[in-house]
């Protein structure tokens, strides 16, 4: 498993906070399941902060199925991501996944104000979307961010299913 760190412009010299979650890459048929935040535009890939006792395969299935109301079984971990911005260190681990079943939506209060909604769309066509992560530089490090992590997990997905199949 690859391990990759990204240092945000806006990071303290030492974090002082950590948050640890999972994101799960799921493809079928050529196109990957995604979130789209109507409301904002933005795009990211389905997953979230793990809970007390969670492991990350349990953080991974029951964010997927609370964003999206796909339930997976994550078949393999092969990304671990630590980002820093401000005081915190993010870290993320990156799962495939494999659709098993249809479960509901929880999304959060956020969420909802947001207008979060799940979309497949072709693989390269989000490989595009995070690509112009630089274009957000000047008006949101939270969205340059993001974006950056995403098409970073994306680059690294492509090239481990290269070199293993």
């Known amino acids: 498993m690859k391990k990759i760190e990204i240092l945000g412009d806006n990071r303290f010299e030492t974090f002082t906070k950590t948050r640890d979650g999972c994101r799960a890459v799921i493809i079928e048929d050529g196109k990957i399941l995604l979130t789209h935040e109507l409301n904002s535009g933005w795009w990211l890939i389905p997953g979230g902060g793990m809970e007390e006792g969670e492991t ?3 953080c991974c299935i ?5 964003e ?15 980002e820093y911005y401000e005081e915190y260190r993010y870290g993320g681990y990156y799962f495939i996944c494999e659709v ?6 929880k999304p959060t209060e956020a969420e909802i104000e947001r207008g979060i909604q799940p979309e497949w769309i072709p693989l390269q066509d989000a490989i595009d979307i ?4 630089q274009e957000y530089a000047a008006t ?26």
Do not use: C, W
């Open 68 to 82: 999206t109301g796909v339930i997976v079984r994550p078949v393999q971990r092969f990304l671990q991501m630590y």
């Open 100 to 105: 098993v079943g249809q479960g509901q939506m």
């Open 140 to 165: 949101s490090e939270e969205k340059r961010g993001s974006y950056l992590r995403e098409y970073t997990a994306l680059l690294e997905y492509m090239d481990y299913v290269k070199n293993v199949g």
């Open 130 to 133: 995070f690509s112009k992560h």
């Open 62 to 66: 029951r964010e997927v199925e609370e």
């Open 56 to 58: 990350p395969e349990e």
